[in-house]
């Protein structure tokens, strides 16, 4: 049982290029998530899902998609990569326990360069 | 503007020191979270708290959320070098499940 399964863990992009960040889960959750983090600016919503062929913006999208054919899987997607987009990213799932509150499982990120 | 604001964002304590982490707003969360990260790897889940002035433990650590859920705090007993790492606050307003994180604060416990 994996978890929250991210890649690849490191990658260098040259300004223009495209990449997909791959996230799989096996945890069979509906809500996922894309955050990206800043040195010194905690994490920042880019996109979120809440389930298969849903998907919506979060606080930074721009330059940015995702796609959700499957619950297991929530690739985001770089088009033309910039170098405001040097950052760490991070998918995460949450579990749905309104009497707990909600908890994130995050994978363990894509740290991501752009020059 | 920051919706969650940590204090202090940079600590470096001797083994066996107590310390405070604060989180605060001024707008209301149905529910709060503390996550601890280390370098290179993902935020780990600490504790939910839902409940305005709720108090959960965890084994060294008391997490206490605010009477009206604008802010809450995390209190480390006899710190080790374990403990160091980043440590983020989190929220979560009405029935989203989206959340809002602080920019968290970085823990140097020194043996």
């Known amino acids: 049982n994996a978890g929250v399964t991210q890649t690849p863990k490191f990658r260098i992009l040259k300004i223009g290029q495209s990449m997909t960040l791959q996230c799989t889960q096996d945890?069979?959750?509906?809500?996922m998530y894309w955050y990206r983090q800043d040195p010194g600016m905690g994490l920042k919503l880019i996109y979120y899902s809440v389930g298969a062929g849903i998907t919506d913006k979060g606080e930074v999208p721009n330059g940015y998609n995702v796609s959700r054919s499957t619950t297991e899987d929530f690739p985001l997607r770089l088009e033309l990569a910039a170098p405001s987009q040097t950052s760490v990213y991070f998918c995460?799932?949450?579990?749905?326990?309104?009497?707990?509150?909600?908890?994130?499982?995050f994978g363990s990120g894509t740290r991501l360069t752009v020059v | 503007t920051q919706l969650l604001e940590q204090s202090p964002q940079f600590l470096s304590i001797q083994e066996g020191e107590n310390l405070t982490v604060y989180c605060n707003s001024s707008?209301?969360?149905?529910?709060l979270q503390w996550y601890r990260q280390e370098p290179g790897e993902g935020p780990v889940l600490l504790v939910t708290?839902?409940?305005?002035?709720e108090v959960k433990k965890l084994k060294r650590l008391t997490f206490q959320f605010g009477d009206a859920r604008k802010d809450s705090s995390l209190h480390i007993t006899a710190a080790q070098p374990g403990d160091t790492g980043l440590y983020l606050c989190?929220?979560?307003?009405?029935?989203?499940?989206?959340?809002?994180f602080g920019k968290g604060m970085k823990l140097t416990v020194n043996p």
């Open positions: 707008s209301v969360f149905s529910s």
């Open positions: 708290v839902v409940t305005g002035g």
């Open positions: 989190a929220g979560a307003q009405g029935g989203s499940e989206k959340l809002v």
């Open positions: 995460g799932i949450s579990s749905r326990a309104p009497k707990e509150g909600y908890g994130y499982t």
């Open positions: 945890m069979n959750h509906n809500y």
